[in-house]
């Protein structure tokens, strides 16, 4: 008896459509930027004091899906943000479908693009929970740090997107690719003492009357110092990485990627002194946040442009049979 194949509906829509290469990278691009609107988005209910605005989750209310007239501009402004996680979901599942219709299967990027739906759908539920928390602080914390890890798997993907299916081919020695995962941590730590000194700080994401949201027991200017301590860590060893990228002569995006990061470093430091002595203004810690998400994107490239992938060949359409003149 022949075996019955294995049908799916995406092995029946790949049958039918295959998208080009082009298509595959924008699919995978739209979800990286609807990655990075997210992380915005979110830091400005935070900063717009309407972390409760609603009030209970998955409903906005305990009697209402979405919003009322009484919850006013709070109330819309998380409840947007809620809706636009239904974008982000929407631009994740093309980039899955493409990479899994494109010819030949793109495997690897179709994990990726799997990957990044179950973080969405857990970040989903964080989010959900930290509402039920009353915004405790370090729910919030996990929140910022679960949807960086959207960003990190949403760039691979778009990085992978641009490159064959082949074995990943060193174009550096190991050490120059230890050295560009080092580099990576430290902005990771960067980011991450970000997390702390927000939950330290003066946007607990309500009104400020409201006393009852709890901050995180630390010291707020002990670890802004701590922040800035990492942040002059992560300019001196990208600038060392400018260096030694140089006398190894690396390959030129590598080179390129590593200035732009140490520009974008020196931006988001100034935006940080800034907005430090200035009793921590909304607009620039919003865009102190869109700033981090940028230079965490511009680290992860880094090692990306380290080592190459070959493409592998379409496999070939089996020939066709001619039938052959029935002999007397």
């Known amino acids: 008896?022949?075996?019955?194949?294995?049908?799916?509906?995406?092995?029946?829509?790949?049958?039918?459509?295959?998208?080009?290469?082009?298509?595959?990278?924008?699919?995978?691009?739209?979800?990286?930027?609807?990655?990075?609107?997210?992380?915005?988005?979110?830091g400005a209910v935070r900063l717009t004091a309407s972390g409760l605005g609603c009030t209970t989750w998955p409903r906005c209310t305990?009697?209402?899906?979405?919003?009322?007239?009484?919850?006013?501009?709070?109330?819309?402004?998380?409840?947007?943000?809620?809706?636009?996680?239904?974008?982000?979901?929407?631009?994740?599942g093309w980039a899955i479908i493409a990479a899994r219709c494109a010819r030949p299967r793109r495997r690897g990027l179709t994990k990726l693009g799997w990957a990044q739906f179950w973080l969405v759908m857990?970040?989903?539920?964080?989010?959900?929970?930290?509402?039920?928390?009353?915004?405790?602080?370090?729910?919030?914390?996990?929140h910022l740090i679960a949807a960086m890890a959207l960003v990190w798997v949403a760039t691979q993907m778009w990085e992978r997107s641009k490159e064959g299916d082949g074995p990943a081919r060193p174009l550096v020695a190991e050490p120059i690719k230890r050295l560009s995962y080092a580099l990576v941590g430290v902005i990771g730590l960067l980011v991450a003492a970000g997390t702390l000194v927000t939950g330290a700080g003066h946007h607990p994401g309500t009104p400020?009357?409201?006393?009852?949201?709890?901050?995180?027991?630390?010291?707020?200017?002990?670890?802004?110092?701590?922040?800035?301590?990492?942040?002059?860590?992560?300019?001196?060893?990208?600038?060392?990485?400018?260096?030694?990228?140089?006398?190894?002569?690396?390959?030129?995006?590598?080179?390129?990627?590593?200035?732009?990061?140490?520009?974008?470093?020196?931006?988001?430091?100034?935006?940080?002194?800034?907005?430090?002595f200035t009793d921590v203004p909304e607009l620039l810690v919003g865009l102190h946040m869109l700033g981090a998400t940028l230079i965490w994107i511009?680290?992860?490239?880094?090692?990306?442009?380290?080592?190459?992938?070959?493409?592998?060949?379409?496999?070939?359409?089996?020939?066709?049979?001619?039938?052959?003149p029935a002999t007397a």
């Open 208 to 276: 400020k009357d409201n006393k009852m949201v709890p901050r995180i027991p630390l010291d707020y200017d002990r670890l802004a110092q701590a922040h800035a301590d990492l942040a002059f860590l992560s300019i001196g060893l990208s600038i060392a990485v400018i260096f030694v990228f140089a006398a190894v002569k690396a390959p030129p995006a590598a080179r390129a990627r590593a200035r732009e990061l140490l520009v974008g470093l020196l931006l988001q430091g100034v935006i940080g002194f800034v907005q430090y």
């Open 298 to 324: 511009a680290a992860l490239r880094i090692p990306l442009a380290l080592r190459t992938r070959e493409h592998t060949p379409t496999p070939a359409a089996p020939p066709t049979r001619t039938p052959q």
């Open 122 to 142: 857990s970040n989903a539920v964080l989010g959900g929970i930290t509402v039920l928390t009353g915004l405790n602080p370090y729910t919030v914390a996990l």
């Open 1 to 42: 008896m022949d075996a019955v194949p294995n049908t799916t509906p995406f092995s029946l829509l790949a049958e039918r459509w295959q998208p080009s290469a082009a298509m595959v990278k924008r699919a995978a691009f739209a979800a990286l930027v609807m990655s990075v609107v997210i992380v915005v988005t979110g």
């Open 62 to 92: 305990d009697e209402s899906l979405t919003p009322t007239a009484e919850m006013g501009f709070h109330g819309v402004v998380e409840f947007t943000n809620r809706m636009l996680t239904y974008v982000l979901s929407a631009a994740v």
